[in-house]
C-alpha cells in the first residue's frame, strides 16, 4: 500500500503584499513633494529662530551679486512691482516669501518691502534653522 502526503506545500508567491507596500510608498512620495517648493537660486540664508506657518504664494529672491527674481525668472527693480502684480493680483491675505542671500545689504531687502507695503502684501522673511 502506498502512502502519500496530501498536504503539499506550494511553491507559489503572493505579490498582494509587495505591492500594497509599493504604492503606499509612490502615494507617500508624490504627496509630500507636491509640499516642497524648490528654489532653483542658490541663496546662503541668514539664520533664525522662528518659523512661520503661512505658506507663501511666490518667492522673491535676492542673489548675492544683488540681482532680483520671482521664483525663478530674473527680473530688474523697476518691473517688480509691475510682477508682483500680475502675479499676486490685489489678494490682501496674499504672502511673499523673501530670499534673500545673507551678504546682501538691508537696501535690497527694503526696497521689496516698500513694494509690498505700497500694495498691502504680506512678507515672510526666509532663513535657516539655528
Not at 85 to 113: F, T
Amino acid at each position: 500500500m502506498a502512502i502519500t502526503n496530501r498536504n503539499k506545500v506550494g511553491v507559489n508567491f503572493s505579490n498582494a503584499g509587495m505591492s500594497d507596500i509599493v504604492f503606499l510608498l509612490l502615494l507617500f512620495f508624490m504627496l509630500t513633494s507636491t509640499l516642497v517648493q524648490p528654489t532653483a537660486l542658490k541663496v546662503l540664508l541668514p539664520k533664525g529662530t522662528t518659523q512661520s506657518n503661512a505658506r507663501p504664494m511666490t518667492t522673491v529672491s535676492i542673489t548675492k551679486d544683488h540681482q532680483y527674481y520671482i521664483e525663478d525668472q530674473p527680473i530688474n527693480l523697476e518691473n517688480l512691482e509691475a510682477a508682483l502684480q500680475a502675479k499676486v493680483g490685489s489678494n490682501p491675505e496674499i504672502y511673499i516669501s523673501v530670499h534673500a542671500d545673507r551678504s546682501v545689504p538691508l537696501e535690497y531687502v527694503v526696497n521689496i518691502m516698500n513694494i509690498a507695503a505700497k500694495n498691502q502684501y504680506k512678507l515672510i522673511l526666509a532663513t535657516t534653522p539655528k
